[in-house]
């Protein structure tokens, strides 16, 4: 398999590194997408709420890529869940982003009494062949509990907050025992990691920045990452991390990082409907 992508349990190749597309300031992602797909980037990660799937299609649409090679990741908001509404969504988001299928559609965030909803839509759009793979985001042990306990299709992703500060492991270990793959938000903890001695002393080593050694440990965590850059340089860093190791003394210490420390909960009316 190529060491860029990870298998999900149906088969379906993700690659360990995409671009998240998120800003709470609202800024035109185009530009940054644009060279994400020209260095490299072959996996774009958006959702209904983030207000740019129309960014996304367009430059997607126009980068001259094959549609088989980028790999596109949207999500439905929270006040489009239920099951017709899942459905409803999913058809925006698809025509916003100039697709004839999508290769992961996410639960954005759990809502009680909907999710469960939300989920049989999902379902249905994968047996329907409209999305290759379909999953969750920042559901915990309870959630994912409540889901696996009416799923037909159990879900291939979950898309969490997970940085040095924060390692989730008994998720962690939950999530790897229903073959549920993990894949990190906020990677980088909104640059609160940056001047960390013992990032800094690894990164040192390897010759590389705090922002790589982070992302490599991701990956070697078994965590496909999202690190939002709008910033050429950092673009290019970013995914600049296949070329060395993390030692298991250098992966331990990261991992005694953990504070179980969580970023402020984003204002949840950014996750509303957004059709």
Not at 223 to 236: C, D, E, M, Q, Y
């Amino acid at each position: 398999m190529n060491r860029h992508y990870t298998q999900l349990r149906n088969g379906v190749q993700m690659p360990w590194i995409g671009l998240g597309v998120w800003t709470p300031e609202r800024e035109d992602a185009t530009e940054a997408i644009k060279q994400a797909l020209e260095i490299g980037y072959r996996s774009i990660d958006t959702a209904s709420a983030y207000e740019n799937e129309k960014q996304v299609g367009r430059v997607v649409a126009e980068s001259g890529i094959p549609r088989e090679d980028i790999f596109i990741t949207t999500k439905v908001a929270n006040g489009d869940q239920g099951y017709d509404s899942t459905l409803h969504a999913f058809e925006s988001s698809m025509e916003k982003l100039q697709l004839d299928y999508l290769d992961l559609y996410l639960i954005h965030w759990p809502v009680e009494g909907k999710s469960l909803d939300t989920w049989r839509a999902l379902e249905h759009l994968y047996k329907q062949k409209r999305v290759r793979a379909i999953g969750v985001s920042n559901f915990q042990i309870n959630d994912l509990e409540g889901l696996l306990s009416v799923a037909e299709v159990v879900p291939m992703v979950n898309q969490i907050e997970f940085h040095p500060h924060l390692t989730h492991l008994e998720l962690r270990a939950f999530c790897k025992q229903h073959q549920i793959q993990m894949e990190a938000w906020s990677p980088m903890m909104k640059g609160q990691l940056s001047g960390n001695e013992t990032l800094e002393n690894i990164a040192n080593k390897h010759g590389k920045t705090v922002a790589q050694v982070i992302l490599r440990w991701d990956i070697q965590s078994g965590f496909v990452t999202i690190p939002k850059s709008f910033n050429a340089t950092r673009l290019l860093e970013n995914i600049s991390i296949f070329d060395f190791t993390l030692t298991e003394e250098e992966m331990s210490s990261i991992d005694l990082l953990n504070k179980n420390e969580k970023l402020p909960k984003p204002d949840m009316s950014k996750f509303r409907s957004r059709s």
